[in-house]
């Protein structure tokens, strides 16, 4: 079979090393963050000389020379971050004592299910997939899926608060940074990313590197009940991604259109013009939905592709073998994506400044292709020093020979299908384009051709990225069959912390922007942050694109661990068990979008009808004598979006359990194909379709382009047609559309951990009947 350079020691070593590095790498980011004080400093006369000695260059700020009081400023901005922290901390915490509770009756449910599959015995039992050998018990599977289930929820929680921290930690930092250029705020948001995406990507690795050696201990040798027990983790982390996401978007969409609709429609305000009483809470909502949410939710791709290359390749030749280094590959690769992230990011921080705001957008782009390019020689090393040159991997039912160049060729395929699906996603949604700036266009004859039009862009930006996925799925599992395509997702996944570090940016700037235009600051620095905003949402974009496409292959390679599981030979669409199951779970997207979709609306109602009181009967906010009630407006917020997440997480919760115990695994299957291939398709064109809409009222508003003059200026009809677009496009893009990726892993994984159940006591009504 061939020799694996890389020792086991050494893999116990570089995986954790990796890992520390990266968690160390975030807190430097976090210290360089923190050295821009948000407290007003005390000039000594020569302070401009000081500054010129230090910089090379004169770093006077615009306030003094326009003759702005500088110390008012920031002691605005200070007061403004403290608020969006304060909304963004208390929605979470609310959020998270939800969410604790359904942890603790899930993990109950865990245990109680997989624990009754042998009647709760003690005894060993004879392996899955080799009757010749003898297996732990059962109940020490259901003991230990549920401890990796609850170990992934909190790492999950973990990640989006931490996420939110940081965020909220530097948004006012941006702001006042941006008074000495563009490229001092870039840095400082996009550092601010940095800690976020190293600290995810690095706590993730840890902590399943943990998991498996503790698991170790009492497994031995029984590699196949080991890293089963492990799926536990992916599903922990996406189940609190889900209720995150779900809940997170909610909040943020519905502060987002109350704000939009009564600020910039009916009262013709600016963004974030602090009169505007759902302004902080449309600033929480950034933090809460697209910071907390997003890390979450990327958080559990990671964790669920990684346990569904470790359950395939424990009974593949690595796991029969017991060759502790090939078995962990898949953390391998994710070590190696730390340090490469972590090269690229001094790309973007120190190697290059941006000195003008045309300079950002390919920057950020820049990192991705780095990242990417840098990624392909580190998998080449890690394929060539931990693997075999020859190897069996599982593959329903036998054993299929595989070369590791093979599969250094499935991991490359998932990187750069990632790269296409994150620069087309960036054609659809980005305003230098054709696509956008044809949605703009139609808007000088109202909102209903601007809705057309935006909708037949996202219904067309799904056919390249589908097709990227589909040659991954042909490559990689013609090479390396189910395991090809989970190492294809990690591949996808594998500049994690660069891609969350891009996606993080955007929210930063956006409240960078809206502490800038509540603090009166000058309309040059609005102009500053506005430009680091657009190229955030580009980003924002790209990152929701990475997320579906590494979700698409994910939710695929844990349905091939699913059916190999629960011991289903074929997945024949012919049978009316799996065709029943097919037809539904197609459906089941539309359902929950249909939730989540309504769930905003709400809200948004309840908000619009707030802000329009707040108009009406509190004197002298309009003319700025009065100050609006914002903390009203974030308890709406609040209610609604714990309150509406409840329906749409227990539909993605309860489906596989009800389906697996009433109907059985064959259609189950059928439910799983169903849900992937619908969902896939309405999460990017959801996605695309309110990018596309946000980006077109932004080309407008920015007026940088003849063409985009004849459209505007703000509150003109053109610019009002955009706004209800917009406004339309925000629960897609923030809400329904990334949710919709979580639904389909979700499902996928939860199947997965529940398949010794299922295949034993499920299909209760066929049985019947």
């Known amino acids: 079979m061939g020799v694996v350079w890389l020792s086991d020691l050494g893999t116990q070593i570089a995986i954790p090393a990796c890992a520390v590095l990266g968690i160390a790498f975030s807190l430097i980011q976090w210290f360089l963050v923190s050295r821009v004080k948000v407290t007003p400093e005390h000039h000594s006369p020569n302070n401009g000389a000081d500054n010129k000695k230090k910089n090379g260059y004169n770093d006077s700020l615009i306030e003094e020379e326009e003759g702005l009081n500088d110390h008012n400023v920031v002691i605005k901005c200070a007061e403004i971050q403290n608020a969006i922290s304060e909304g963004a901390n208390s929605f979470l915490f609310t959020e998270y004592q939800y969410v604790g509770v359904f942890m603790i009756a899930f993990a109950i449910l865990i245990f109680l299910f997989l624990g009754s599959v042998e009647g709760f015995s003690t005894k ?44 909220t930690y530097a948004n006012a930092r941006t702001t006042l940074e941006a008074r000495k250029g563009v490229g001092k705020a870039f840095i400082v948001a996009f550092r601010s990313g940095a800690v976020m995406g190293f600290l995810l990507a690095a706590n993730g690795l840890l902590v399943l590197w943990i998991v498996v050696n503790a698991f170790k201990v009492y497994y031995g040798d029984d590699w196949e009940g080991l890293f089963e027990s492990i799926t536990g983790y992916g599903l922990g982390g996406s189940s609190m991604a889900l209720f995150g996401r779900v809940g997170g978007g909610i909040y943020t969409k519905a502060a987002d259109v109350g704000a939009d609709l009564v600020g910039k429609v009916e009262r013709n305000i600016p963004e974030d013009d602090p009169r505007n009483p759902a302004v902080i809470a449309d600033n929480v909502g950034d933090n809460v939905g697209d910071i907390a949410g997003m890390g979450s939710d990327l958080f559990g791709s990671y964790a669920e592709s990684s346990c569904a290359a470790l359950v395939v390749a424990s009974i593949s030749s690595f796991g029969i073998n017991h060759d502790f280094t090939a078995m962990l590959y898949p953390l391998l690769i994710s070590s190696m994506g730390i340090v490469v992230c972590l090269i690229t990011t001094l790309f973007a921080t120190d190697f290059f400044e941006i000195k003008a705001v045309s300079e950002i957008e390919p920057a950020l782009k820049k990192q991705l292709i780095i990242s990417t390019a840098i990624m392909t020689v580190g998998i080449a090393i890690v394929s060539w020093i931990a693997l075999p040159s020859s190897f069996t991997i599982f593959n329903f039912g036998a054993q299929k020979v595989v070369k590791n160049w093979q599969l250094f060729l499935c991991v490359c395929v998932g990187l750069w299908a990632g790269l296409i699906i994150g620069f087309v996603t960036e054609y659809y949604t980005s305003n230098a384009y054709s696509p956008v ?315 997965l951990v529940f398949a010794p159940f299922f295949a034993t006591h499920g299909g209760i009504l066929f049985k019947i009947f």
């Not at 997939?129 to 259901?142: G, I, M, S, V």
């Not at 259609?667 to 619908?678: E, K, M």
């Open 124 to 167: 060993s039992q004879p392996c899955t997939y080799d009757k010749t050998r003898t297996c732990k018990p059962a109940l020490a599977t259901a003991l230990f899926s549920t401890i990796s289930f609850v170990l992934g929820a909190i790492t999950s929680v973990l990640s989006g608060y931490f996420g939110m921290r940081i965020a």
């Open 437 to 751: 700036q044809d949605v703009a266009d139609s808007c000088r004859t109202g909102a209903a051709t601007n809705v057309i039009f935006g909708l037949a862009l996202g219904y067309k930006s799904v056919i390249i990225p589908i097709f990227a996925i589909a040659i991954s799925i042909f490559v990689s599992f013609s090479f390396a069959a189910m395991y090809g395509i989970a190492v294809a997702a990690l591949g996808m996944l594998s500049t994690i912390a660069t891609g969350l570090a891009i996606d993080a940016y955007g929210p930063i700037s956006d409240n960078a922007g809206g502490i800038a235009e509540m603090a009166g600051m000058s309309h040059r620095i609005r102009e500053r942050t506005d430009a680091l905003d657009a190229a955030g949402n580009t980003t924002a974009a790209i990152g929701k694109g990475f997320a579906i496409g590494s979700a698409a292959l994910v939710s695929l390679a844990l349905f091939g661990a699913f059916v190999s599981r629960a011991a289903i030979s074929t997945v024949d669409v012919l049978t009316p068990k799996v065709f029943i199951g097919l037809i539904v779970g197609a459906m089941l997207p539309y359902w929950f979008s249909a939730m989540t979709m309504k769930s905003v609306g709400s809200a948004a109602l309840k908000m619009v009808e707030e802000v329009r009181r707040q108009f009406n009967d509190i004197p002298g906010i309009m003319e700025g004598t009065a100050k609006p009630d914002y903390a009203t407006c974030v308890k709406i917020s609040t209610d609604a979006s714990i309150k509406e997440m409840i329906p749409p997480g227990a539909l993605v919760m309860l489906t596989p359990l009800i389906v697996g115990i009433l109907f059985g695994v064959e259609t189950l299957s059928g439910v799983l194909a169903g849900s992937l291939v619908s969902g896939v398709q309405i999460a990017i064109s959801a996605s695309n379709t309110g990018g596309a809409w946000d980006n077109a009222k932004k080309y407008i508003e920015a007026g940088a382009s003849e063409h985009a003059r004849t459209l505007g200026p703000k509150g003109s009809d053109p610019h009002k047609a955009a706004v209800i677009g917009d406004t339309i496009g925000d629960p897609l893009k923030d809400t329904s559309g990334p949710s919709l990726n979580i639904l389909i892993k979700l499902m996928a994984v939860e199947s």
